[in-house]
């Protein structure tokens, strides 16, 4: 029986006829996605027999459209796939096609995209999140049961909670980068958008593995996460982060989150609380970091060898110049001067160093909390998806992702979990474990999902046969 | 931290991305602002504490010494904006 909340295991196991279940999706991209724009690019076909995914348009993919959703990008057809790509090509899945985001990777709403902004199927008028926006509402919406995106600061996250699905991004290095168009290099980490934990854990085992074209990449065994998902609750200790609910939080968005760690501890988990006051300090130390290795990596967009090419260059300079200021939106240009004035001679110590020092006093505060807890958990979020065009401050949609950057500093894995409504639209609960621990995350988020169903929640308007 | 249109202008050559007036103006603005949003890690006391670049500090590792790249120039240059005989074309450098 198909229907929008569809899993990948129901699929898998329920014998379902794949060409029926690939028609299934298509007709709902076809009926639905003029309204939401989570797809940029689609290259469903009909009689399909392969499990149905989808990928966020940052992963490069062979002979597919590859744009970032950036104009640099536009035409950018990628003569190869990425390792995570092909993996999952090898386990059996089939692209729908290829998903929006914000151009680059920055940004926390999926509204600077080239393509136009990604919508939230629980509400039109407001933000998908980002950057993985197409990816999350893909998911909400039933468009497609399983969606990668990444996450530098959030990425994944963020645009889960916002849209009340499912979202992992592993321990930094254990998903391949190779073939990721890259942002931040030391943050970015590929990751899992899906309704469950357990449809998270099974593509997330197929995609992790160390890479050797992956510099970055750890070479660990990848544990079979998707074996070991009934670990009991009870006898875990939940860490609740102070600094995770503060002022800046919504506060009936703070109250959905206390009724789920509520439940988890009737589940028998204890509850204890955490003081990492260094977290004040994620946000400055992120947008530093971040912007310092965009500018790094951003700066192979040069008009020549492949990407945006501006009219009739007058010399070689005005060729970068123009180019790079007709060939990228808003935010990244202001990431990019952010990064390139961080990086230049006399502010180097002032700003990245010390913002590279602080970077490891947020992790350092991270390990010893894991020490006394199992698993560190707050709202993914400070509020639920906002309204489309509401936040034009840049500094104000960096404070979005407060309560996420600080795990991306520190290489620690996280997910959003779906937990509740707070004025009809999706909450959060954040999950964060020590390096590797992906297995607990993943475990406690199945255990609570078999008590709860907010992960199988369908708006309305979506319910329907397509 | 004074952020003034020499500053922008500076960064915009270094990152080769041009700007003109406006967008000049509005940078000067943005990157004020945000600069006053990084500049609260000037509070932290980070004495005797050691830059963090990657977060599990792995070390680069070495490969083989094994020729493993192939000429690809047939897939990768139908991609380039300007190309002759094998060659990516750019507006003359030299004269």
């Known amino acids: ?466 | 931290m004074q952020i003034d249109a020499e500053l922008i202008e500076r960064l915009s050559i270094l990152a080769r991305i041009r700007l003109d007036e406006t967008q000049n103006q509005a940078l000067r603005q943005d990157i004020a602002a945000i600069l006053q949003l990084v500049d609260q890690l000037q509070q932290v006391d980070t004495e005797g504490v050691e830059p963090m670049a990657h977060p599990l500090e792995i070390a680069q590792p070495v490969r083989t010494d094994q020729v493993t790249e192939t000429d690809q120039r047939a897939s990768f240059q139908p991609l380039a904006p300007a190309m002759e005989d094998g060659l990516y074309l750019v507006p003359r450098v030299v004269e």
Request: charged share 20%; hydrophobic share 40%.
């Open chain 1, 1 to 466: 029986m198909m229907r929008a909340n569809l899993t990948l295991e129901a699929i898998r196991e329920g014998g379902l006829d794949l060409q029926a279940v690939s028609d299934y999706y298509r007709q709902r991209i076809d009926a639905y996605d003029d309204r939401i724009g989570a797809f940029v690019t689609r290259t469903d076909v009909a009689d399909e027999t392969g499990l149905p995914i989808a990928y966020k348009d940052i992963f490069c993919t062979e002979g597919v459209a590859t744009t970032c959703s950036s104009r640099m990008l536009e035409h950018f057809v990628p003569p190869y796939s990425a390792t995570v790509v092909e993996k999952l090509e090898q386990a059996g899945f089939s692209s729908l096609g290829k998903l929006n985001m914000d151009e680059f990777a920055m940004g926390s709403s999926n509204e600077s995209s080239v393509h136009g902004p990604c919508k939230n199927p629980w509400n039109t008028d407001c933000v998908a999140g980002g950057s993985s926006g197409g990816s999350a509402a893909a998911v909400a919406a039933g468009l497609v049961p399983v969606a990668l995106g990444t996450d530098t600061g959030g990425s994944i996250r963020q645009p889960a909670a916002f849209c009340g699905v499912t979202g992992i991004k592993p321990t930094y290095g254990r998903a391949s980068r190779y073939g990721i168009v890259a942002y931040a290099s030391s943050l970015d980490q590929a990751g899992v958008l899906a309704r469950t934990a357990a449809d998270c854990a099974w593509v997330l085992e197929r995609m992790c593995g160390h890479d050797p074209k992956d510099s970055t990449s750890l070479d660990e065994p990848v544990p079979r996460w998707s074996d070991n998902l009934e670990q009991p609750v009870s006898g875990l200790k939940i860490g609740v982060v102070r600094q995770w609910f503060g002022e800046q939080v919504d506060q009936g968005l703070v109250q959905v989150v206390k009724t789920a760690l509520a439940q988890l501890e009737d589940m028998g988990a204890e509850l204890v609380d955490i003081d990492l006051p260094e977290l004040a300090w994620s946000i400055p130390a992120y947008y530093v970091i971040a912007s310092a290795e965009c500018s790094s990596n951003l700066s192979r967009y040069d008009g020549v060898r492949y990407g945006y090419r501006c009219q009739d260059p007058k010399d070689l300079q005005d060729l970068y110049s123009r180019s790079r200021s007709e060939g990228f939106g808003d935010e990244v240009k202001r990431r990019i001067l952010l990064g390139t004035f961080a990086l230049s001679a006399g502010y180097y110590d002032a700003y990245y160093r010390k913002a590279q020092q602080v970077r490891r006093l947020i992790h350092d505060g991270f390990k010893r909390a894991l020490e006394q807890v199992d698993v560190l958990a707050g709202p993914t979020t400070p509020t639920t998806g906002f309204a489309l065009g509401s936040v034009q401050d840049p500094v104000t949609m960096y404070q979005a992702d407060i309560n996420t950057v600080a795990v991306n500093l520190a290489g620690l894995p996280g997910m959003s979990v779906p937990c509740g409504f707070s004025e009809g639209m999706p909450v959060g609960l954040q999950l964060v474990a020590d390096h590797l621990q992906e297995g607990r995350l993943l475990a406690l988020a199945h255990q609570y999902q078999q008590q709860t169903d907010w992960h199988l929640a369908v708006p309305a308007w979506l319910e329907g046969e397509a």
